[in-house]
C-alpha cells in the first residue's frame, strides 16, 4: 500500500472488554511503532519492533497491554479488560531501517472510545 | 529523561506576518530534533530536522544547544500553514521519538 493503514478507523466498546486495533506498515519497513495520543497532548510512545521482536516496550502503560507483530510485518496491540482512560487515538508508525534519517510515516490512528 | 515542551496551545497570526513556534527540550547528551506537522483531516507527517539544515515549505529550525531550543520560524506566514506541529526529540541510540503536547497555528487571512 501507499502509505501506513489501521484499523479499524473508529472502536467504540464498553469498559471491561477487549479491542484489538491493526496496523500494516509500509512494505518493506522494518521498524514499527505504536504511539497513543490523548485529548490535547503529543503522542506517547508505547512500543517499538524491529522485525518480530520486541525492541523496546517500555512505553506500554501496564499488563493490559500488549503487542505482536508475528510476521514482522503487521502487528495487532492488544488491550484487556479495557478501561475509559484508554480512550485515545492509537497511532502506529513505521520507518525504514538503514539510512535512517528517523522519519516515521504514521497512519491515520485508531479512534478508541471505551463507554 | 527526555522532555521537550512546547509552551503554546493555541497559536494565531495574520498571513504575511511571520511566526515562531516554541519549542525547548531537556536532554542531557545529544539528541536529535524534528518538527512534525498535522494539516485537518490529514495524518501527522515530518516537516523538517535539525540534521538536514533544510528549509522546508518556508519553513526553518534551529537547534540552540545552549538554549536546548529548537524553534520553528516562517517569515511570512500563509493560510495553508495552519496546522497542528509537534516538536520531537529523538534520544542518542534511541529508536523512538518523544513528542511535545502541541501547537495549534491559525493564519488569519
Known amino acids: 500500500g501507499a502509505g501506513v493503514s489501521q484499523t479499524p478507523s473508529n472502536k467504540v466498546t464498553e469498559k471491561g472488554k477487549y479491542v484489538e486495533l491493526r496496523c500494516d506498515p509500509i512494505?518493506?519497513?522494518?521498524?514499527l511503532y505504536w504511539y497513543r495520543q490523548s485529548l490535547g497532548q503529543g503522542p506517547e510512545f508505547l512500543i517499538y519492533?524491529?522485525?518480530?521482536?520486541?525492541?523496546?516496550d517500555s512505553g506500554l502503560p501496564n499488563d493490559r497491554f500488549f503487542a505482536v507483530r508475528p510476521e514482522g510485518s503487521v502487528s495487532t496491540l492488544k488491550i484487556q479488560r479495557t478501561e475509559r482512560g484508554d480512550s485515545a487515538v492509537y497511532l502506529c508508525?513505521?520507518?525504514?531501517?538503514?539510512?535512517?534519517?528517523?522519519?516515521?510515516?504514521f497512519g491515520e490512528g485508531s479512534r478508541l472510545t471505551v463507554l | 529523561a527526555q522532555r521537550v515542551t512546547q509552551p503554546e496551545k493555541l497559536l494565531s497570526v495574520f498571513k504575511g506576518a511571520p511566526v515562531e513556534l516554541k519549542c525547548n527540550y531537556s536532554?542531557?547528551?545529544?539528541?536529535?530534533l524534528f518538527w512534525y506537522v498535522q494539516y485537518s483531516r490529514q495524518r501527522l507527517q515530518l516537516l523538517l530536522r535539525?540534521?538536514s539544515r533544510e528549509s522546508i515549505k518556508g519553513f526553518t529550525a534551529d537547534l540552540n544547544k545552549g538554549e536546548t531550543s529548537f524553534h520553528l520560524k516562517k517569515p511570512f506566514a500563509q493560510e495553508e500553514d495552519s496546522a497542528m506541529y509537534y516538536c520531537?526529540?529523538?534520544?542518542?541510540?534511541?529508536?523512538?521519538?518523544?513528542f511535545g503536547t502541541g501547537t495549534r497555528l491559525t493564519v488569519i487571512p
Open positions: 508508525a513505521s520507518r525504514r531501517t538503514g539510512g535512517n534519517t528517523g522519519e516515521l510515516f
Open positions: 512494505s518493506g519497513h522494518t521498524a
Open positions: 519492533f524491529q522485525g518480530t521482536g520486541a525492541a523496546d
Open positions: 536532554y542531557s547528551g545529544s539528541p536529535e
Open positions: 535539525h540534521i
Open positions: 520531537a526529540l529523538r534520544a542518542g541510540g534511541a529508536n523512538n521519538l518523544f
